[in-house]
């Protein structure tokens, strides 16, 4: 039995996604972003907290062209923040939340209308261990 391209590119991205590496890699055009991404609610906020310097997502969907809320819990006691970039070189910079040390503190940010794509986020005080992918749709 043949199996289908798709499915193993489809399994790759699962791999990856499940992977403790603080590496991702960008979706193949076409294909929708993961069900485990934290997704914006009817009110365009998604929920993301941070716990023992990782995420609770290592990838976020919001809206195109509909600005949105980042509302981010620090439940440790070390400072974060998020940030978010047009993509993973961060040479063009949309966010950068004020960093504030948790536990259980929570900050809303406010992120403008962005154009469909992919768009790369992180903590900038702890970038190599806590990062992940915006997909906007």
């Given at each position: ?64 062209g509909i600005a949105f ?62 990062n992940g992918a915006l997909y906007v749709r």
């Amino acid at each position: 039995m043949k199996i289908p391209p798709i499915v193993f590119a489809s399994l790759a991205l699962v791999l990856a996604a499940c992977s403790s590496s603080a590496e991702w890699t960008p979706l193949p055009s076409g294909v929708e972003p993961p069900a485990y991404c934290a997704h914006a609610d009817a009110s365009n906020v998604i929920s993301i907290s941070a716990n023992n310097l990782k995420f609770s997502a290592r990838c976020m969907v919001a809206p195109a062209g509909i600005a949105f809320v980042v509302r981010f819990t620090n439940n440790e006691s070390a400072q974060h923040d998020v940030a978010i970039y047009r993509d993973r070189a961060m040479t063009t910079k949309y966010l950068e939340g004020d960093s504030f040390t948790g536990p259980s503190v929570t900050k809303d940010y406010q992120v403008p209308a962005l154009p469909a794509g992919e768009y790369y986020f992180d903590c900038t005080i702890h970038p190599s261990d806590m990062n992940g992918a915006l997909y906007v749709r």
